[in-house]
C-alpha cells in the first residue's frame, strides 16, 4: 500500500519526465529512461497513465496554457480595462509571464519543453489556435486591432506571432544556460531584470517597427 507521503505513479511519471524533457530534449528521453527515473519498472505505465510520451508532453505542456490561453486572456483584459492600451504594456503582459516562468527551477524546465513542443513535436499551435475560431482566439485578434490600429490586420497579428515565438526562444536559451551550465548562448544576461528589459525592448521593437505593407499584400494560408 502507497503511503500518503509518497506520489503516486502518475505524478511520478510526471516529474520524472519534466526533469528529463527540460534538460535532455523530447527526442533525446526515452520512455525507458522516464521510467527508470520514476522508479517503475512496469513497461507499461507511461500508456496506462498518459496513453503515449506524447500524451504525457501534452500533460506537461498544459500546465503552461491551463487550456486557455493566460497570456492572451490578459492582453484581451488590458484592452477591455483601458480602452486603448500602449505597445509597450501591450509586450509587457508576455515579458513579464516569461520572466516570471523561467524565475523558478520548475518554470525552466517547462520553458525548455515548450520550446522544443512548440518547435518540432506539435508546429504551429499558436497559429493553430488562432483559427480555431475560439471565443479567445477572436477576442485577443479583436484586441490587437485597437492596440496597432495603424497595420493592417495580418501585419499585426503575424508581429505578435513572431514576438511570443522570440520570448520562447529568448527563455528557453536562458533556461538551458541555467540547467546546463556548460552551454554557451549567444548573449549571457544573468541579472533577471536586465534580461526582462532586454526581452521588452525586443519585444516593442518587432511589434511598433513601421511598415510598407498594405491590407491586399497579405492573404491567409
Not at 513535436?121 to 477576442?139: K, M
Not at 485578434?141 to 529568448?170: G, S
Amino acid at each position: 500500500m502507497t503511503s500518503m507521503a509518497e506520489p503516486d505513479a502518475r505524478t511520478r511519471l510526471r516529474e520524472a519526465a519534466l526533469e528529463l524533457f527540460g534538460r535532455r530534449g523530447i527526442e533525446g528521453t526515452s520512455t525507458r529512461a522516464i521510467l527508470a527515473a520514476a522508479g517503475l519498472r512496469n513497461p507499461s505505465a507511461i500508456n496506462y497513465h498518459f496513453g503515449s510520451k506524447h500524451k504525457l508532453v501534452e500533460d506537461l505542456v498544459g500546465e503552461l496554457i491551463h487550456g486557455t490561453a493566460p497570456v492572451l486572456q490578459r492582453q484581451i483584459a488590458l484592452v477591455t480595462g483601458s480602452g486603448s492600451p500602449t505597445i509597450e504594456a501591450w509586450a509587457a503582459i508576455a515579458v513579464d509571464s516569461a520572466t516570471d516562468l523561467v524565475s523558478t527551477e520548475r518554470g525552466r524546465l517547462l520553458a525548455r519543453l515548450w520550446w522544443d513542443y512548440d518547435a518540432s513535436s506539435q508546429p504551429s499551435p499558436l497559429e493553430s489556435f488562432l483559427s480555431s475560431g475560439s471565443e479567445i482566439a477572436i477576442s485577443w485578434q479583436a484586441a490587437v486591432d485597437v492596440v496597432f490600429p495603424d497595420f493592417p490586420h495580418l501585419v499585426a497579428v503575424t508581429r505578435n506571432i513572431v514576438m511570443l515565438r522570440t520570448l520562447e526562444w529568448m527563455i528557453a536559451r536562458r533556461a538551458g544556460r541555467i540547467l546546463n551550465p556548460g552551454t554557451t548562448p549567444l548573449v549571457r544576461t544573468n541579472e533577471l531584470a536586465v534580461a526582462r528589459q532586454l526581452m521588452l525592448e525586443i519585444a516593442v521593437g518587432i511589434l511598433a517597427a513601421p511598415t510598407e505593407l498594405g491590407a491586399d499584400d497579405l492573404v491567409m494560408g
